[in-house]
């Protein structure tokens, strides 16, 4: 693991485009007193007039630059055989030309015409990075492309990552010109430019954030990259270091492409015969062919609802068939049938095979409950798994129905660990699936808009109707293994009988970080190709992003295997899963398990109209409005019948190959072989020898999972805690205990409020039934999904992780009371305090690290000050902070408040306004007279009417009253005893959509009350 994604627009403050073109300083010489100079621009995207600017650099800088024009073009006469002196030659001019004394070199196909060929750009620029590398030089100059074939966001972030340290795209700007007077829009030619740079940028900067990298100067020429189908030799000549898994084709292809590219556009025949319709993001009448066709969706639902195997077949032909198109690497694989196959009926039955399946990760939200559930009790019934995506469940659904079914999905997803990820929500899991991350859009977050958030949704997500939900990259506050390590053991320790999974994404390393999940215990990991996903997926991760699962599956399978890791984790395939075909080679690659996602969908009813996002799906999937939900007609009975099709064919596959039960084919990639004489001058190199390679092992070692891993519970003070709480366990009486704690003592907290979850499920325990004092200096995650009854009195201090997940439970920590310190000027508890909190509320005498409260949806805290990222992305409760803030406070915030002490009135210099309005807190409060006092609205009690009403005053007041009760906190004291002039300090720190959707709700509920002329309030739970 390395960095974790960066969320490009909430924390845009630590990201950069800004690029230097010229010779870079010699950072490592004593000497270099003199700065050299370098040409900065504030995005590397470059126009018209700066090419021109850097043409004539010598003149504008009174000699310190030159810049010199290497034309990236040769003659059209010489064919493909032409391209490789040609690179040659343009290297030897490169190098030439820095050691005359040039410093910046422009590549350039301008001159593109009949009569000269372009060498491919990124061809062209890697191949004089790496030579000017080789040579030495590279520091030397500054490279700069000009180029027509750049027009996507992924074309630039090439170029970048070889080398580019600015970019001309000459013909992208011309086209968007020459189309002006047909835009919908009227705008002038320079805001044109300027907003197609605007946009590429912002692509540039998801892309980077992709990979943790916050600056184009350290993205630039850092190859961030992997080749699917490059020769070795090729790659290691042009594009020096880049990995590749699965080798192809070399120059002489790509340049023999590049002279067909070049036939077409100057041929003589007519231009519509020619022109290659593209038809990449979307079908295309002679385009590029699609995965899912409008016959193959067609069959697969005809066959599952008439339960016919035989149009299955048909289906699955027209799948497995696409091998012709080259749509999926494993379309080109061949397996090789045994000389001895095994009769079907000796084969393992379908009802075992299908319990190795598993539906996608798709939250409750952004699919109706209709269609979700519907997943859930086919897969209940055939033993199968679904998967809840993160999105809270509607705990109704934990009981079994009266007819024996039951919508439990076995699986529960923590992704961006809040959206109802309550302690009662873990427990009811089999397994629990951290996802580092989607094969579909790795790195990226998601967005339900507010139109897709109903009460319903809300109410199970913990959130407010109408208010959007931002999620960033999934954990992008895990920093490391050992964060990883420590959420697995988190996880375990709430429900100890469930498996932990890791989904990750295929991609080249995959297999380390997955020998590392292994070693930090989980007991299943997911590896994610990159062609899953929904209709929402960005544009730009549709391409370009991710690798087939075929690749890292067989990486993290040679992987474990090497490290002999992989008997005690089990490894799942996910993305495009179709037929048995598909399982046959996964299982073979490696895989114990399966993931299927879209191909359930489309049982349902799914017709791939990629409207996900807007909700308007035509057929109430992907939809929470009610008139649409009303034309759903998925039944359990279809999806089971997929499975069971598949199962049968997996069974089909397994009897040719000779095997009778699925274990012994897990792993065995020598029955695999790239298939014979497939039809396309560019498979021909093709070489699959690197994924069906495997490790030599001595004799025992596992290929398979059949072991399990051991957790170390053991070890939990948590059994001495829920020994000592029986009573309050068994029969709600009341009972304090007293405990020492050692930082060693992880996640105290957990596993025995997975046991008051397990009983009385999200309401818990009445308040303080359960009253635990320690004395000491608690490990990570303290009081983690602490239950609500359950109280945590610390003496002491906290690492990171105090309150993850807080399900209702009360915290409470301050210093031990002979410490001389200033709790006011300490940092008593860790980073990442509160995160994902859903309710309860903390107090904290002392100050916090960074992202305090961050992703917090209910719960109400008070902190003596915080490090750098509060309150991210919060979408409920109430924060005081009676201190300092640190910087980008409150981004992604789009609902509940925080009070900030802003004692400096520096506080909006620190504070990111993009979603929320800062304003003082009104002294006198008449509205909370007319209220009634304070209280909440809704039936999910996490809105508080006073966050509408303007009861702060009184809120805040009560708030630190408690503070001072439950701490002795001095700072609480003080402020009290000065209300009159403290409160004009505090900022109350308010999202501008959480606002209007309270104010909508309050008018609501208020209509709804009238005669009463009153808002009924309730308890605080
Ligand atoms: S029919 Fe369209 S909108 Fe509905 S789930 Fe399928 S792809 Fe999404």
């Not at 231009?271 to 079908?283: I, K």
């Not at 195997?309 to 032909?317: C, G, I, L, N, Q």
């Not at 902070?881 to 900030?900: E, K």
């Not at 209300?979 to 609501?1004: D, I, T």
Request: charged share 25%.
């Amino acid at each position: 693991m390395t960095n974790p994604p960066i969320d490009p627009i909430r924390e845009q403050l630590v990201m950069s485009l800004v690029s230097f073109i010229g010779p870079r300083p010699n950072l490592l010489s004593p000497d270099s007193t003199e700065p050299v100079m370098r040409l900065e621009v504030s995005q590397p995207i470059l126009t018209f007039e700066d090419m021109e600017k850097l043409r004539r650099a010598s003149t504008f800088t009174q000699g310190h630059f030159k810049s010199d024009i290497l034309s990236m073009c040769y003659p059209a006469a010489w064919g493909a055989d032409g391209m490789e002196p040609a690179l040659a030659q343009l290297c030897a001019d490169a190098e030439d030309a820095v050691r005359k004394g040039t410093n910046i070199i422009i590549l350039t196909d301008r001159e593109v015409s009949v009569d000269a060929i372009a060498i491919p750009a990124l061809l062209a620029t890697a191949a004089v990075h790496h030579h000017l590398v080789r040579a030495g030089l590279r520091t030397r100059c500054g490279l700069v492309v000009e180029t027509g074939s750049a027009r996507e966001v992924h074309h630039f972030a090439c170029l970048a990552g070889f080398g580019a340290e600015a970019i001309h795209p000459n013909l992208a700007f011309a086209t968007l010109l020459d189309i002006k007077d047909g835009l919908p829009q009227k705008i002038d030619e320079k805001e044109i430019v300027k907003r197609y740079i605007k946009a590429i940028g912002k692509g540039l900067l998801k892309v980077m954030s992709k990979m943790g990298i916050s600056t184009y100067q350290s993205y630039c020429g850092a190859q961030i990259f992997e080749a699917v189908g490059l020769a070795t030799p090729f790659v290691e000549k042009y594009f020096t270091g880049t990995p590749t898994a699965v080798d192809g084709i070399g120059l002489e292809e790509v340049a023999e492409e590049a002279v067909r590219m070049h036939r077409m556009a100057y041929t003589e025949a007519p231009l519509y015969d020619q022109l290659d319709p593209g038809g990449e993001y979307a079908y295309r009448v002679r385009g590029e062919a699609h995965m899912w066709t409008p016959d193959s969706i067609a069959k697969l639902q005809h066959a599952t609802r008439a339960g016919s195997f035989a149009t299955f077949k048909e289906y699955s032909k027209l799948i497995d068939e696409q091998s012709e198109k080259l749509l999926t690497l494993r379309g080109l694989f061949r397996i090789q049938e045994s000389a001895t196959p095994v009769p079907l009926a000796e084969v393992e039955p379908a009802k075992d095979i299908v319990k190795r399946f598993a539906t996608g990760a798709m939250s409750l939200g952004s699919i109706s409950h209709e269609a979700h559930s519907t997943l859930a009790i086919a897969m209940n019934r055939i033993g199968g798994k679904s998967n809840t995506g993160e999105g809270g469940e509607d705990p109704i659904r934990y009981a079994p129905l009266a007819n024996g079914d039951s919508m439990r999905s076995a699986i529960k997803q923590v992704a961006a660990g809040r959206f109802g990820v309550t302690t009662e929500y873990l427990v009811n899991a089999d397994d629990l699936q951290i996802k580092m991350a989607q094969g579909a859009k790795p790195g990226e977050g998601g967005q339900l808009p507010g139109h897709k958030v109903s009460k319903y949704i809300a109410k199970v997500r913990h959130t407010v109707p109408g208010v959007g939900l931002i999620s960033p990259p999934p954990h992008h506050d895990i920093y490391s293994i050992e964060d990883l390590a420590q959420l697995i053991h988190d996880l375990k320790n709430v429900n100890p009988a469930a498996r932990i999974s890791v989904k990750l994404v295929s991609e080249i390393g995959v297999g380390t970080v997955a020998a590392g999940v292994a070693k930090a215990k989980a007991d299943h990991v997911t590896i994610s190709g990159h062609d899953g996903g929904t209709g929402a997926s960005p544009l730009s991760s549709v391409k370009y992003a991710g690798s087939p699962w075929e690749i890292g599956l067989a990486e993290t399978q040679q992987t474990l295997v090497l490290n002999k890791l992989r008997g005690r984790i089990a490894v799942q395939a996910d993305g495009q899963m179709k037929t048995g075909r598909d399982v046959v080679i996964g299982a073979l690659l490696g895989a114990d398990e399966f993931g299927f996602a879209t191909a359930p969908l489309v049982v349902e009813g799914c017709i791939m109209m990629r409207k996900c996002h807007l909700n308007t799906c035509p057929v109430g999937i992907a939809t929470q409005d009610p008139e649409l939900i009303k034309m759903f007609d998925g039944k359990p009975e279809h999806v089971i019948n997929y499975f069971f099709f598949v199962a049968e064919e997996v069974r089909e596959w397994m009897a040719k190959l000779g095997v009778r039960t699925f274990s012994e084919m897990i792993g065995r990639t020598e029955l695999l072989d790239v298939r014979a004489g497939v039809e396309h001058w560019k498979a021909r190199g093709l070489d699959f020898s690197k994924l069906f390679y495997r490790p030599p092992v001595a004799a025992g070692v596992a290929i398979r999972q059949c072991e399990p891993q051991d957790h170390k519970l053991a070890m939990a003070l948590d059994h001495d805690l829920i020994a000592k709480a029986s009573a309050a366990l068994a029969s709600k009486r009341p009972v304090a205990i007293e405990s020492r704690i050692y930082n060693r003592n992880r996640t105290v907290g957990a596993m025995l409020s997975g046991e008051v979850a397990r009983r009385y499920g999200h309401a818990g325990l009445p308040e303080d039934t359960i009253h635990v004092n320690f004395k000491g200096t608690a490990g990570q995650s303290f009081g983690a999904w602490l239950a609500h009854g359950v109280t945590f009195e610390l003496e002491g201090d906290a690492n990171d992780y105090v309150g993850k997940g807080l399900s209702g439970g009360r915290l409470i920590v301050y210093p031990p009371k002979e410490s001389p310190i200033v709790p006011e000027e300490n940092i008593i508890i860790g980073n990442t305090v509160m995160y994902g909190a859903i309710s309860g509320e903390a107090y904290f005498r002392g100050v916090a690290g960074e992202r305090f409260c961050v992703r917090n949806s209910g719960a109400t805290a008070v902190v003596e000050g915080v490090g750098d990222h509060g309150c991210e992305y919060m979408t409920g409760g109430t924060v005081v902070v009676l201190g300092t803030a640190g910087r980008n406070f409150a981004a992604g915030m789009s609902g509940g408040i925080a009070y900030v002490l802003d004692e400096e009135g520096d506080f909006t210099q620190r504070c990111n306004l993009s979603m929320v309005e800062l304003e003082p807190i009104p002294e006198e409060d008449h509205a909370a007279a007319h209220a009634g006092g304070n209280g909440e609205l809704e039936t999910h009690g996490k809105v508080q009417i006073d966050h509408v009403a303007g009861h702060d005053d009184a809120t805040l007041k009560g708030i630190i009253q408690r503070h001072l009760l439950f701490t002795g906190s001095e700072r609480a004291r003080r402020v009290l005893e000065n209300w009159a002039a403290y409160l004009p300090k505090f900022v109350k720190v308010m999202p501008l959509e959480y606002r209007r959707a309270l104010s909508e709700m309050a008018q609501e509920q208020a209509r709804r009350e009238q005669p009463a002329q009153r808002v009924e309030v309730r308890a605080n739970d």
